[in-house]
């Protein structure tokens, strides 16, 4: 499905994950009235652009009415519209909203060449709210850490089923 969203006013804005951790999926999803838009993401696509919402918004004025807890839970249908590539942040002070653009291709800083310029693919330019940005902000981290613990020694998620560190060669039973 290839589609253009321009999401100007959305009733909600929310992350989610799907599955048990170690293969959870991690959705984005907007609703603005009837229109329900779900995007697949990657865990550290969430985890960055948390931190660049959380840097962005210290620089503004803190909101008011910060929607929290069931209001923030995954809606169904689960299915994701597109796979997420790229993820721009910005801030239009104009209209006072954060602006997030999701794009399924990755088209760079630039356009180069006529393919580039060519390319289908989905794209959600959404502007939220400061609140719904810090929301979506404090959710994304609480699930992000909510996954696997991080290996002292390699820096790698701990797998339930076992974890063989880089680091020890061989030489040191893994850590549990």
């Known amino acids: 499905m290839t589609g253009s969203y321009e999401l100007n006013e959305p009733d909600r804005v929310t992350v989610g994950t799907i599955g048990e951790v170690g293969e959870r999926v991690f959705l984005l999803q907007v609703r603005q ?3 329900l838009v779900t995007m697949k993401v990657e865990k550290s696509q969430i985890s960055t652009l948390c931190r660049v919402l959380v840097r962005l918004l210290r620089g503004l004025e803190r909101p008011e009415g910060v929607p929290e807890g ?3 839970e995954l809606e169904q249908p689960y299915t994701p519209d597109f ?8 801030y239009d002070g104009d209209t006072d909203r ?3 653009l999701c794009d399924e291709i990755d088209r760079g ?3 180069e060449g006529p393919d580039d310029e060519e390319a289908e693919g989905s794209v959600v330019q959404l502007a939220m709210t400061r609140a719904q940005a810090m929301a979506l902000a404090i959710r994304g981290i609480e699930l992000v850490e909510a996954g696997r613990p991080i290996c002292p020694r390699c820096g790698y998620p701990l797998d339930p089923r076992g974890h063989v560190c880089p680091r020890m060669n061989g030489n040191a039973p893994p850590l549990t």
């Open 33 to 35: 009235r009837r229109q």
């Open 83 to 90: 796979v997420v590539r790229t993820l721009r942040v910005g």
């Open 98 to 100: 954060v602006v997030l």
């Open 70 to 72: 069931a209001s923030l």
């Open 109 to 111: 800083d630039e356009l």
